[in-house]
């Protein structure tokens, strides 16, 4: 079955940084815009960011603009989120997505699960003193 593989997660202090990583199983990641979602105990999947396939513009939420840094490797076979700053409220399990609409990222000020696939079963990212 094919999915986007999410790693990376681990425990962080606030103020520390991880870089999560996403790699298919069974497509070529290259074709698609990916997305990053994350999901806290209680609460519902919200978008992260969101990189399209080569050229175009990234998306980041109001929450980690400026903390967090979506990216593609030279080959396009992974996409990294890089996490700087860490706060608590990062906490959560991370997704990665692609997104079946185009090759760019959604439009509109909020990036919302609609049309995303091959989630996978994340990678938990929590942040604790």
């Known amino acids: 079955q094919s999915q986007l593989v999410a790693s990376g997660g681990d425990l962080v202090q606030p103020g520390g940084s991880l870089r999560l990583s996403c790699a298919s199983t069974g497509f070529s990641l290259n074709v698609f815009a990916i997305g990053w979602f994350r999901q806290a105990p209680g609460k519902q999947r919200e978008g992260v960011a969101c990189?399209?396939?080569?050229?175009?513009?990234?998306y980041y939420a109001d929450s980690v603009k400026g903390r967090f840094t979506i990216s593609r490797d030279n080959a396009n076979r992974t996409v990294y989120l890089r996490m700087d700053s860490l706060k608590p409220e990062d906490t959560g399990v991370y997704y990665c997505?692609?997104?079946?609409?185009?090759?760019?990222?959604?439009?509109?000020?909020?990036?919302?699960?609609?049309?995303?696939?091959?989630w996978g079963q994340g990678t938990q990212v929590t942040v604790s003193s």
């Open positions: 990189i399209p396939k080569t050229d175009g513009k990234t």
């Open positions: 997505a692609r997104y079946l609409g185009a090759q760019r990222c959604p439009s509109g000020g909020i990036l919302s699960v609609a049309g995303f696939d091959s």
